[in-house]
């Protein structure tokens, strides 16, 4: 289901000459959701360090904070997923419900595999889907098999709640396992929290029953947040152009650190200065001589960096054959179909003939006249499309609050790097 915007505010952006900037970006919202969830199983109430300021973490600290029986996620597919499992074992009944969108979002894996351990659990609407009514209660659990190329959430969700279960939890995933770095980044949350999580083979997770630990814990930056700035890099021309990134996590467990690697096939080095006691350091990004003529990915492990590379390589001019996107047909937005959509305004024909892939082969349709980005309830289709600014001398973004979900100072951060962003109706 695409969504179309009535007539709303629009950003024209415009880039600067020059690149040369220092970002301090949000904190990692994945790591943020999870270590709320982690610390309030271990019933103590501190919070984390540097939470991240953006809409998805907000509602898990506003479903913790406020003792309603109706809990909002608003449009947070990571928080209808985690508080589902977890008000599973939270004493009393409660409802959780979303935005429109979320209303269409499936969840049906994660609330069969909840039953299956024992929850209580309906739907108030549509079959499958939120919202949900669930009324808490112990949960034996045991073994579980379920499906692991559907979302990783579903994984991560079950696996936090497990040390709880009175009997634990052996979950094993079947067919190809999707965004496993995500999967290993709750493990090892959990272990930050003194919990024993392991592969126990190549598709099972054993945990057994045990407490989690209390313990002050700091968050990093998020490294899906730099995959725009290291898009900024890659479309410069100027080979002087840098951009230093502070609090980032060299070795960090977030999937997509990869951006790192991805972005050094597009000629961006990525430099660590000294780390302090967390381990966070300054990264500075600087922009070489690029060599490759096309790419070729796959992007199971890391989906939310892939509108990022859809939207950069044509206007590179690089051809690219993308696979691993199966997930993107359920976030936000259908991304597949957005992005075709609004490439195509732009004149890139972007083919997507199997499930899950999405190819550029250098094809060009006519581009509209002063193109509008939709952006879909997406925060992603903003961000990845606003740095087409630099080599299209100008872009027009719809909805450009779209960001407060993931990175809420997202253009303040444009301009502070010399970006001209103007508002019109």
Same mark, same amino acid.
């Given at each position: 289901?695409?969504?179309?915007?009535?007539?709303?505010?629009?950003y024209?952006?415009?880039?600067?000459?020059?690149?040369?900037?220092?970002?301090?970006?949000?904190?990692?919202?994945?790591?943020? +959701?999870?270590?709320?969830?982690?610390?309030?199983?271990?019933?103590?109430?501190?919070?984390?360090?540097?939470?991240?300021?953006?809409?998805?973490?907000?509602?898990?600290?506003?479903?913790?904070?406020?003792?309603?029986?109706?809990?909002?996620?608003?449009?947070?597919?990571?928080?209808?997923?985690?508080l589902?499992?977890? @008000?599973?074992?939270?004493?009393?009944?409660?409802?959780?419900?979303?935005?429109?969108?979320?209303?269409?979002?499936?969840?049906?894996?994660?609330?069969?595999?909840?039953?299956y351990?024992?929850?209580?659990?309906?739907?108030?609407?549509?079959?499958g889907?939120?919202?949900?009514?669930?009324?808490?209660?112990?949960?034996?659990?045991?073994?579980?098999?379920?499906?692991? +190329?559907?979302?990783?959430?579903?994984?991560?969700?079950?696996?936090?709640?497990?040390?709880?279960?009175?009997?634990? @939890?052996?979950?094993?995933?079947?067919?190809?396992?999707?965004?496993?770095?995500?999967?290993? @980044?709750?493990?090892?949350?959990?272990?930050e929290?003194?919990?024993?999580?392991?592969?126990?083979?190549?598709?099972?997770?054993?945990?057994?029953?045990?407490?989690?630990?209390?313990?002050?814990?700091?968050?990093?930056?998020?490294?899906?947040?730099?995959?725009?700035?290291?898009?900024?890099?890659?479309?410069?021309?100027?080979?002087d152009?840098?951009?230093?990134?502070?609090?980032?996590?060299?070795?960090?467990?977030?999937?997509?650190?990869?951006?790192?690697?991805?972005?050094?096939?597009?000629?961006?080095?990525?430099?660590?200065?000294?780390?302090?006691?967390?381990?966070?350091?300054?990264?500075?990004?600087?922009?070489?001589?690029?060599?490759?003529?096309?790419?070729?990915?796959?992007?199971?492990?890391?989906?939310?960096?892939?509108?990022?590379?859809?939207?950069?390589?044509?206007?590179?001019?690089?051809?690219?054959?993308?696979?691993?996107?199966?997930?993107?047909?359920?976030?936000?937005?259908?991304?597949?179909?957005?992005?075709?959509?609004?490439?195509?305004?732009?004149?890139?024909?972007?083919q997507?003939?199997?499930?899950g892939?999405?190819?550029?082969?250098?094809?060009?349709?006519?581009?509209?006249?002063?193109?509008?980005?939709?952006?879909?309830?997406?925060?992603?289709?903003?961000?990845?499309?606003?740095? @087409?600014?630099i080599?299209?001398?100008?872009?027009?973004?719809?909805?450009?609050?779209?960001?407060?979900?993931?990175?809420?100072?997202?253009?303040?951060?444009?301009?502070?790097?010399?970006?001209?962003?103007?508002?019109?109706?």
């Amino acid at each position: 289901v695409i969504i179309m915007h009535r007539q709303s505010m629009q950003y024209i952006i415009t880039p600067p000459q020059h690149i040369d900037t220092r970002i301090t970006l949000p904190a990692s919202k994945s790591v943020s +959701n999870r270590a709320l969830i982690v610390q309030a199983l271990t019933k103590e109430g501190i919070l984390p360090e540097n939470l991240s300021d953006c809409d998805d973490t907000k509602v898990i600290l506003q479903a913790f904070s406020q003792p309603s029986d109706v809990i909002d996620i608003k449009a947070s597919g990571t928080a209808m997923r985690f508080l589902t499992a977890y @008000l599973c074992l939270l004493q009393g009944e409660h409802i959780i419900t979303g935005t429109e969108r979320m209303k269409h979002r499936p969840i049906k894996i994660l609330v069969d595999a909840l039953r299956y351990l024992g929850a209580d659990i309906d739907y108030i609407g549509n079959e499958g889907y939120p919202p949900l009514r669930i009324r808490g209660c112990e949960l034996e659990g045991g073994q579980l098999v379920i499906p692991g +190329n559907v979302s990783s959430q579903y994984v991560s969700a079950l696996l936090m709640i497990a040390p709880i279960l009175t009997k634990g @939890l052996d979950l094993k995933l079947t067919g190809e396992i999707v965004s496993r770095p995500y999967i290993d @980044l709750t493990l090892h949350l959990m272990h930050e929290f003194g919990v024993s999580a392991e592969w126990s083979d190549f598709d099972t997770i054993s945990v057994k029953s045990q407490a989690y630990q209390q313990r002050a814990y700091t968050i990093e930056s998020d490294w899906s947040a730099a995959s725009y700035w290291y898009e900024i890099l890659a479309l410069q021309d100027d080979l002087d152009a840098e951009v230093i990134i502070s609090g980032l996590k060299d070795g960090s467990r977030q999937g997509d650190a990869a951006v790192r690697y991805i972005f050094s096939l597009l000629g961006i080095k990525t430099n660590f200065a000294r780390k302090d006691a967390e381990g966070l350091t300054d990264a500075t990004l600087t922009r070489h001589t690029r060599m490759l003529n096309r790419m070729d990915y796959d992007f199971i492990n890391h989906p939310d960096l892939a509108q990022t590379l859809i939207a950069a390589c044509p206007v590179l001019g690089i051809p690219f054959h993308f696979t691993g996107l199966n997930s993107l047909r359920i976030k936000e937005t259908d991304r597949i179909e957005a992005m075709k959509t609004e490439m195509a305004k732009l004149g890139y024909v972007l083919q997507s003939r199997n499930e899950g892939e999405l190819s550029w082969e250098g094809e060009r349709c006519e581009p509209v006249s002063l193109p509008v980005i939709n952006t879909y309830e997406d925060h992603r289709m903003a961000m990845s499309f606003a740095p @087409l600014a630099i080599k299209l001398g100008e872009i027009r973004i719809d909805h450009p609050e779209v960001v407060t979900k993931s990175y809420p100072h997202f253009w303040a951060d444009l301009r502070s790097a010399g970006f001209h962003i103007t508002e019109v109706e």
